[in-house]
């Protein structure tokens, strides 16, 4: 069985860099020259603050020509000035941490696993239901197990 070769597109999309608003994207350097991709969301960014800057182009007719909006346009600018061609990259999305893992839920999760090592997540996810009445899925549990072996990791290395 022959391997398929994955196209640009599919990079683009495993990246968190495919435009999905290519089809948006009017500017003459998109539409004219090869090089210039329109699905490769980091170079529509890259472009647009270009043709703002260096072309002084107005704000309202680059999102025009891009396919964005305002809001997005400075979005960019902002992560670029910040940080510079990393600012540009997509971040992941959603929480940053487990925000139901409260002190007093962390402390239980602590005790249960120090009195009964062997313990299961999916174990320790029902313990929390019937004493906090609280929903936690068990990969939570797992994540902050491996973080806490981690950190005690670190501190042993120290």
Excluded: W
Aim: charged fraction near 35%.
């Amino acid at each position: 069985m022959l391997k398929k070769e994955k196209k640009k597109e599919d990079y683009l999309r495993e990246n968190k860099s495919l435009n999905v608003n290519a089809s948006k994207v009017k500017d003459d350097l998109f539409m004219k020259n090869n090089f210039f991709d329109p699905l490769d969301l980091i170079q529509v960014k890259y472009e647009i603050l270009r043709k703002v800057s260096k072309k002084k182009c107005s704000v309202d007719t680059a999102v025009n020509l891009f396919g964005m909006s305002r809001q997005n346009y400075y979005k960019i600018k902002n992560a670029f000035e910040k940080q510079g061609m990393a600012g540009l990259l997509e971040k992941k999305r959603g929480p940053r941490h487990p925000f139901k893992l409260k002190e007093n839920i962390v402390d239980f999760v602590n005790k249960q696993k120090k009195e009964n090592p062997s313990i299961t997540s999916i174990q320790i996810v029902n313990e929390i239901k019937n004493k906090f009445n609280l929903s936690i899925h068990h990969r939570t549990i797992e994540r902050f197990n491996k973080a806490q072996k981690k950190t005690s990791k670190r501190r042993k290395e120290e």
